[in-house]
Each structure stands twice: as C-alpha cells, then as structure tokens.
C-alpha cells in the first residue's frame, strides 16, 4: 500500500512510513532519558553541587552512556535507514514482518538494559569491562537490541538491491542513499563484533564460561564501542548532503569525490577502534600507529573531503541562485530561518572545529597521553556525538514531521532558536570538558577532590571555573533539548496535519539553476573558511606538542 | 571482436567496486577483522604469561 507524497511526489509504502514514525519515536524517548541522565551527572560532576551519591553516579553514567550512545542514535538511524532506502527511492518495503520483529526486539532490549541498570544490577558503567559482572539479562537486552538492528539494517540492503532489480533507481545510487549504505556496512561491522563480545559475556554471566580475558574482551568490545559511533559519522555526513538538497537544490560539486570519501569511511574507518588501547601495554605500537591512523589517516582524508564538499556545495548552490557578491555572500544570505539548515551548518563547525581536531589529537599515540582517560575524551565525543551526529539528526526532524507524520511543527519559532541554544550550550560544555581534562581532571570519577581517598592532588585552581562553565553549558543544552523532545512530541501528537505544500513551514527548494562556467574555484568562500580550519588544526596540533613537552622535566 | 561489444561503453573498475554493496560489504569487513581484531588478538595472544613465582609472590 502506498501513498502519494502531495509534497515531494514521492511514493510512500505504508508500513515503511509507520515503521519509520515508531523507530522515531522510539528514539526521541531514548534521548528524553539520556538527558535526564545527563543533567545528573552534569551536578554531580560540578563539585558545589555534587548531587548523587558514588553508587547511583555510577549508575547514572551506565544509564546516559547506552541512551544518549547506542538507543538514540541506532533508532534513529534505523528510521533514517528505511526512509533512505524506501522513500527516496520510491520503493516497498520488502520484508514488513521482519520490520517488526526488529522493532520489537529493539524495544524489548532498551527497556531490558534499562530496568536492570536502574534497579542496580548492572553497576558496570557502559564499557562493562569484564571482571565486572552484571546480570544476565541485561547482557541479554543488549544482544536482543543488536540483533533488532542488525536485522534492521539486512532489511535496509534487501530494499536497496530490490530496488536496483527492479530498475527503480540506476546501478548509480542517489548520495544520500550511498551515504547511508556506508552507514549501513559500519553497522554490520560494529554489530557482527558486538554479537562476538556479548554473546560469550552473557554465557560467562550464566556461569557456562569460567573465564573471560580482559585485554581480549577489552580489544573486541571497542570494536562495537568505536565502530558504532562511526555509523553516526556517515549516517550525519549523508543527512548533511540531503539537508543541503532540501533546503537549497544543491548538489556536491563532485559527486564521485564524495562518494570516494564514503568507500574510504567503509575501508578505514572503523580501525580507529584502537584508539582505547593507546595506553594497554598488550599490543605493539606498530599496531597502535596502523588502526589509530585509520590507515594512514585515509578515513580522516574522508572526513576532509567532506568538510570541503558539504560547504561548497552549500556555497555553489547559493552563487548559482545569485548570492554571487564577494567571498561570503552566499554564507549570509543563506536560510537561516530553516532550522534544518541551521542545524546542519552548525554541526559542521562543531563537529570539524571541536570535534574533529581532538579526535585526531587525541588519537595520536604521543599527545594521546596527556588526556588519556580524563575529561578531555568525552569532551570531544561531545563535539563529535552531540554537536555533530544529535544537532544533525534533531535538524533533519524538522522535515521529517510534516513529511512523515504529516504534521506541521507546533511553536515553529522556537524550532529557530532551538539549534543556536543547543549548539552554545554543548559548545561550551565540550571545550570546558577538553580543558578539564588538558589540566588532569579525570573522566567517569564521581569525586574530583579524591575526599575521603588515601592520596590526593591539587589540581589548577582554573579547574572551578572550568567546572562552573562546563555546569552552564550543560544546563544550556539540556534545556535546548528538552525543547526539541517537548517540541517534537506535542507536534507529532497534537499538531495541526499537513494538508499540502502551502503547509510546509521548513521549504523544500527547487532545483538550483545550471550556473556558468566558472574560471578558477567554484567556491572560494569555502576554500578560504577550509584554510582557517587547517590553520586551527596546525595551531592545535602544535601547542599540544608544545604540551606533551612539557609534561615531564626530562635532563 | 564484433562492432556491438565495441560500442559498449568501458566501466572503469573503480566505478564497478563502488557501484558493488556486497563487494563493499566484503572489503569493509575483511580490513577491519585482519588488520584490527585478528592482529590485535594475535599480539595479545602472544604475551608471555607471569613467571609463576612472581605471580606468586604479588598474591601473597
């Protein structure tokens, strides 16, 4: 059964579309509860506060981890998943039974997970690094939920061969749809190593296996915990190109670059799991240097062609519906009223300024040790995860719910404003964290001044400060997030329905016109705003040199 | 070889691996488990176990 998009004159499978609404739905619960969490463990950290005891701050950790990293984003990517591959490519959705047995064992394994960390069985914080054991159901929750998404994503690649099959799209797939099929290849990868660890890790907690090798479970259990954080990365990559299509008719200006940078994501970009092993002693730097470069840095080529290709994009499709004057016309003319573009431009700069620089500074075996285990790393997954993959996602919302639950966005005002007060908040909430952690404040410790402890240290009294804006960042995002779950929820349930195009709030674009043909670069505003995030990066990289150098006094 | 094969236009290779999911599945999956699980496995495997005295000595 399908409908006919009066919008985008797509057809839309029924089943499709209501398995996307509650994969959706699903994951905006997800984030309500990583949020929650978070706000906790933000006023615990910040030490006048300090509001949970040891024991439930633990706790609360394992709780936001598994939400805000694994259940929010893999629902959402499921949906992204059948949106891409039957949506867009006008095609049915070939396996509806097997759609629902995933939802369900995805359901069933969130509120397993869930139930057994809250009533304190699975004290073991997300990483669950054996010899800390949990109960067996909630290693069982896990495995259900991976195996709800794993069938998730085999459904994703049934629709998409169908449809090539079936001539519904060329051998050629549209970029989004490319993008997400390498999404959906890091999926099985990070899934298959996730079914590899837990799978003996639920047979240990039942007492059938005696003993579990820790640097082992260590070295596999990344292979989901890393890898699954990349699926983000090209599932955000490939909304930023969708976004930029929607909002602008734009197009990457090379196509086959782009799509280059996405095999290359495929190939390398999942051995960056060694990153969490830069300080295990077991393995040879050799085989530190090999996966945390992602191969001699291919897959960070990748990411920089992105970088390029997604602003020039946005920059060409703009020069070609005549924001043409001087190098950032096109820039200050651009939709800023769509909260869809809003988001995805400032997903860029925090994922690339904040998130991208660290994550290959702090990938590095020498400068890795300055910040290894401290403060710093999940301040720079919160540029990365937050600003970059949840900015992303909660953007592309606001077209998903007048197109795929036929709603219109209730308070579309502060659907404007949201992106800007989420991006401050968790900006400074992330480069509080980073500088936390450059001067020594350690990560997942539910008590910075060690009171109590047999030793102590005395920190940079510039901590306190770092510690008040890191309070303030936090509490600024929460809030922005709050608005968006509150925002989405009352219009997905209450609003008012889409009754055709003159309803859509967020504009879809035609698309741009064929410019002429340019001498020299097609998109120099790009190519200089790429230059100053070299320079950013250069000066970085440098001072944390700079940095490692100073660390011991060496005679 | 006959005119109508040299009519169709030559796919380069590079188009054919990009344009191939499964083929790209397979690469995916092969460099991540040769390079990063079986050689790390490998070297930790390869880790001499505690001389049985000093091992004793830290339980004591």
């Given amino acids: ?555 | 070889m006959s005119e109508e094969e040299n009519d169709e236009p030559r796919v380069p290779l590079f188009k054919i691996i990009m344009d191939d999911i499964i083929l790209l599945l397979f690469l995916g999956v092969t460099i991540y488990a040769v390079f990063y699980l079986l050689w790390g496995v490998m070297e930790i495997a390869t880790v001499p176990n505690l001389p049985e005295d000093f091992k004793n000595s830290i339980l004591k």
């Fill in chain 1, 1 to 555: 059964m399908f409908r006919t998009c009066d919008i985008t004159g797509f057809k839309v499978d029924l089943t499709s579309e209501r398995l996307i609404r509650l994969n959706a739905v699903m994951a905006v619960v997800a984030l309500l509860l990583a949020i929650v969490g978070a706000i906790l463990l933000v006023f615990t950290r910040y030490q006048p506060v300090h509001l949970l005891d040891a024991e439930w701050y633990y706790r609360i950790v394992t709780f936001h981890g598994l939400n805000a990293l694994i259940f929010w984003i893999v629902f959402f990517e499921i949906a992204g998943l059948y949106f891409g591959s039957t949506v867009v490519l006008n095609q049915r959705f070939t396996y509806p039974a097997f759609g629902w047995v995933s939802f369900i064992l995805m359901v069933a394994g969130l509120v397993m997970v869930n139930v057994m960390v809250l009533a304190g069985q699975a004290d073991v914080m997300m990483t669950s690094y054996v010899p800390l054991k949990a109960h067996p159901l909630y290693y069982l929750g896990v495995i259900l939920f991976a195996v709800g998404a794993l069938i998730g994503v085999i459904l994703f690649f049934s629709n998409v061969i169908t449809a090539k099959r079936t001539k519904k799209v060329g051998e050629t797939l549209p970029l989004f749809t490319y993008g997400l099929v390498a999404a959906a290849i890091i999926a099985v990868i990070t899934l298959s190593t996730g079914a590899v660890i837990y799978i003996p890790t639920f047979l240990w907690s039942l007492g059938l296996i005696e003993h579990m090798d820790p640097a082992v479970y260590k070295l596999v259990w990344w292979g989901l915990g890393h890898s699954s954080q990349q699926i983000n990365v090209a599932a955000m990559v490939s909304i930023w190109y969708l976004v930029v299509f929607l909002a602008l008719g734009g197009t990457s200006i090379n196509e086959r670059v782009s799509r280059t940078a996405f095999v290359l994501y495929i190939l390398f970009i999942c051995l960056a799991s060694a990153h969490h092993l830069l300080t295990d002693p077991a393995t040879s730097s050799a085989w530190k240097v090999w996966n945390t470069s992602y191969a001699m840095y291919l897959a960070v080529l990748a990411s920089l062609i992105h970088a390029f290709a997604v602003p020039s994009s946005i920059e060409s499709a703009q020069r070609r519906w005549g924001f043409n004057k001087g190098l950032f016309d096109w820039l200050a003319k651009g939709p800023w009223g769509n909260p869809a573009f809003s988001s995805t431009v400032l997903a860029i700069i925090g994922f690339g300024f904040i998130g991208g620089t660290t994550g290959v500074i702090f990938g590095m075996e020498q400068t890795n040790i300055i910040v290894h285990n401290t403060l710093a790393i999940p301040g720079h997954f919160k540029g990365t995860v937050v600003i970059g993959t949840t900015l992303t996602f909660m953007g592309i919302t606001y077209y998903l719910i007048p197109l795929i639950f036929r709603r219109k966005i209730v308070a579309y005002r502060l659907a404007q404003i949201q992106p800007w007060l989420f991006f401050a908040g968790i900006a400074l909430l992330s480069v509080s964290m980073i500088a936390l952690g450059q001067m020594g404040v350690p990560r997942r410790h539910w008590d910075s001044t060690f009171s109590g402890g047999p030793f102590s240290f005395a920190f940079n009294p510039a901590v306190d400060f770092f510690f008040t804006l890191m309070m303030l960042g936090g509490t600024l995002a929460f809030l922005a997030a709050l608005i968006w779950v509150l925002q989405v929820v009352v219009s997905v349930f209450f609003g008012p329905k889409v009754k055709g195009p003159s309803d859509m709030q967020v504009p879809i674009s035609k698309l741009a016109p064929e410019g002429k043909p340019v001498k020299g670069y097609e998109a120099p505003g790009t190519l200089l705003l790429t230059m100053l995030f070299l320079v950013t990066f250069a000066v970085l990289f440098f001072i944390n040199w700079k940095w490692l150098a100073a660390a011991w006094w060496v005679e």
